[in-house]
């Protein structure tokens, strides 16, 4: 629809286009009554055999987007499908938007909270009703001269996710900078999602940035999954540390940490702005789990080689000891609190350090006898096919007539995790698990290594393509 003057679509006549999407088109349009309004065409395919169930999906999904009545969400005003495809009518705000805002630098915490105050209400409002926004970004923040913010093209993510099924394959459903680590999951979107995204807008109005940025949606999807958001701070010297402390709250990976409303996160942010407590600065850290075996790694010291010498497992080990129940217990506990540290010390994400515990003893490599600790892999099996972000459980079993004091999970010379101060007192076997999230496409070679104080095993080797 380049030539869009004197286009009609319905009842409106299109006078030229002020805005294109990837899923769609914005244009400048009057009503029969001649009412200037925005009319938004969504892409569709109305040759496609399943073109009837995507439009009656539109028309359930555009209702309950009309039914929220709030002053700072923008109303939908009209709604309906023709030839050029399904489309959505809104009152014109001709003040720009919120990224035209960002665009002239950074916003001062008094002018940022401003906004954020109004689009924490309008989600609030949104999410009473459970409907989830999905895609927050400035370029969906319109503005008035009058100082209101209108929070527009709600579920629109959503109702387009049907056409990128058969139209456009491939298409992320969001916009990758905004998006919350349960959305790249492809997990259920519930009212933290949109937290997360407004923690970025914030991030974003306070210091001219977003936390992550990456010229390729899978970069960005790691970031978003393992790293943890550069403080505040970094681009702005003057942003206090509580009002950091409160939008890294915001952008925590698990969701559960996050506040539990976008009014919360607002009102913790003006609690910070005047000087008060905040819940982001009393936030109570996980209780350490003591005595479980499994301590934080740290980088190799210089004595130890990567080591490479692959060899096939043999069969399945048998039934665990009831002890080792009671481990596996402990240690899974011990990676949920961990992973609620947010992205600093992610434990049970593939290819993160844990940081160093200044009680633990470095092993050091001796000559090789016979008598020597033994591993055998019993899961998964060598050459396993696996996906990006899945949780790979493997699980190893230590044979030694002495007792074992530490296990490691490598991936060449860094530790990806490790058991350490274990004492079998003779006892064998011993079986262990690791969990492990790979997090890029590629063939990757880990290596668990036994220790018995000075004397370490023989490698043993796990392939696994990561798909």
Not at 122 to 150: E, F, M, Q, S, W
Not at 190 to 199: E, K, N, R, S
Not at 338 to 365: C, E, H, Q, Y
Not at 366 to 383: E, F, K, W
Request: glycine share 8%.
């Amino acid at each position: 629809m380049d030539n869009a003057t004197s286009k009609r679509i319905g009842e409106y006549t299109l006078v030229e286009r002020i805005g294109r999407g990837g899923m769609s088109e914005v244009y400048r349009a009057k009503s029969s009554s001649g009412q200037d309004v925005a009319l938004k065409l969504l892409k569709s395919d109305p040759g496609h055999p399943e073109e009837a169930i995507f439009l009656a999906r539109f028309r359930q999904e555009a209702r309950i987007i009309a039914e929220l009545d709030h002053p700072h969400i923008l109303q939908m005003l009209d709604y309906g499908d023709s030839e050029a495809g399904v489309y959505i009518v809104m009152p014109l705000i001709e003040g720009g938007t919120l990224a035209d805002l960002i665009r002239q630098g950074p916003l001062s915490p008094e002018v940022a909270c401003h906004w954020l105050t109004q689009l924490a209400s309008a989600l609030d409002h949104a999410h009473k009703i459970d409907v989830v926004h999905r895609d927050l970004k400035p370029t969906n923040v319109l503005l008035d001269h009058d100082g209101n913010a209108y929070l527009t093209d709600f579920g629109i993510a959503k109702l387009t996710s049907f056409t990128n099924d058969f139209t456009e394959t491939g298409n992320v459903l969001g916009t990758p900078a905004y998006m919350a680590p349960e959305q790249w999951k492809d997990e259920p979107l519930h009212a933290p999602a949109d937290v997360y995204g407004l923690g970025v807008m914030t991030y974003l109005m306070l210091t001219g940035h977003t936390p992550f940025e990456s010229e390729t949606p899978h970069a960005m999807m790691y970031q978003h999954l393992d790293q943890a958001p550069p403080p505040l701070r970094n681009y702005v010297e003057d942003i206090s540390l509580a009002l950091e402390q409160v939008v890294l709250k915001a952008l925590s990976k698990n969701p559960s940490e996050r506040y539990g409303s976008a009014g919360a996160f607002a009102e913790d942010f003006k609690q910070a702005l005047e000087g008060k407590k905040t819940l982001a600065s009393v936030t109570v850290a996980p209780t350490p789990i003591r005595n479980t075996g499994i301590q934080v790694a740290y980088p190799p010291p210089p004595g130890i080689p990567s080591y490479r010498r692959y060899q096939m497992p043999d069969k399945p080990a048998g039934q665990r000891t009831l002890w080792w129940r009671w481990f596996a217990l402990s240690t899974a506990i011990f990676g949920l609190l961990f992973m609620g540290i947010g992205g600093s010390a992610l434990a049970l994400w593939g290819d993160n350090l844990f940081s160093r515990d200044s009680s633990d003893t470095k092993p050091t490599v001796t000559p090789r006898s016979l008598d020597v600790p033994r591993i055998r892999l019993d899961s998964p099996a060598n050459g396993s096919e696996v996906s990006v972000g899945d949780e790979v459980v493997i699980q190893v079993t230590v044979f030694d007539r002495e007792g074992v004091t530490r296990v490691e999970l490598r991936d060449g010379d860094t530790i990806l995790g490790a058991a350490n101060s274990v004492s079998l007192n003779g006892e064998s076997p011993w079986t262990i698990e690791f969990r492990y999230i790979p997090n890029t496409v590629t063939t990757k070679y880990l290596e668990i290594i036994a220790f018995r104080g000075s004397v370490s095993s023989d490698p043993e080797v796990l392939n696994l393509r990561v798909r």
